[in-house]
């Protein structure tokens, strides 16, 4: 698992393996806090589609997006998300979607497998991103991957509008309006760069193997 702080990918196969060695370290590491293989750990596929990255249950898989074929219009919400130019809107996605959401998908394998989805959608994602960066914690290298990423949140969190029209409620606004949000990648990663830098904020708080353990767990 060491690498660079954002490696960039010199095709799909070499990305799909490293992707898998993620996703791999994700779930040996829920194995090792609840004493046994939670289930089989999902595949990596690349595609790029609507959602960028998402974890199909079904199928247990990981979709992720690969730079090289994304369309333009998609490459100028990454340029949006930087606040910068080509360079910095590539650097970016390599962080968070070639490596970050990884993890971050992974977490929702664990949601999903383990029975611990979170009351609302709002809660559910935050805390996939929680999981996400427990999980980095314990990586070689973590902590200086971590410490970029709150940088680059930080600023993409910033460059974006709140979609929450005035005087509702995110948390039931997010819910109600989650397909709708996900399809508009600027107004859904107003939330998600917000969960993210909170969560990287408050990273030294979240422990890995308790996150994943709990109640009722061998």
Known sequence: ????????????????????AIVDAFAAEVARARGAALADAPGIEIRNTPQL?????????IV??????????????????AAGGDAE???????????????????????????????????????????????WRTQPGGERFLAELERLATGAAAALPDPTPSGE????????????LGRDPLKYGYYQFRFMRDALRE???LDFARMVGGPGTP
């Open 1 to 20: 698992m060491a690498m660079s702080v954002v490696p960039v990918y010199v095709d799909t196969a070499v990305f799909r393996t490293e992707a898998q």
């Open 89 to 135: 809107a590539e650097y970016l996605f390599r962080a968070f979607f070639n490596r970050f959401l990884i993890a971050h998908e992974a977490g929702h394998w664990f949601q999903a497998r383990a029975d611990r989805r979170e009351p609302t959608l709002y809660e559910n994602e935050n805390m996939a991103n929680r999981l996400a960066v427990a999980f």
């Open 53 to 61: 990255i998402f974890f199909s249950g079904s199928a247990n898989r």
């Open 203 to 205: 990273r030294s708080q």
């Open 169 to 180: 409620d995110p948390v039931a606004y997010f819910g109600a309006n989650y397909q709708t």
């Open 64 to 81: 992720v997006p690969w730079w090289e074929t994304m369309q333009p219009k998609a490459r100028a919400t990454f340029r949006t998300f």
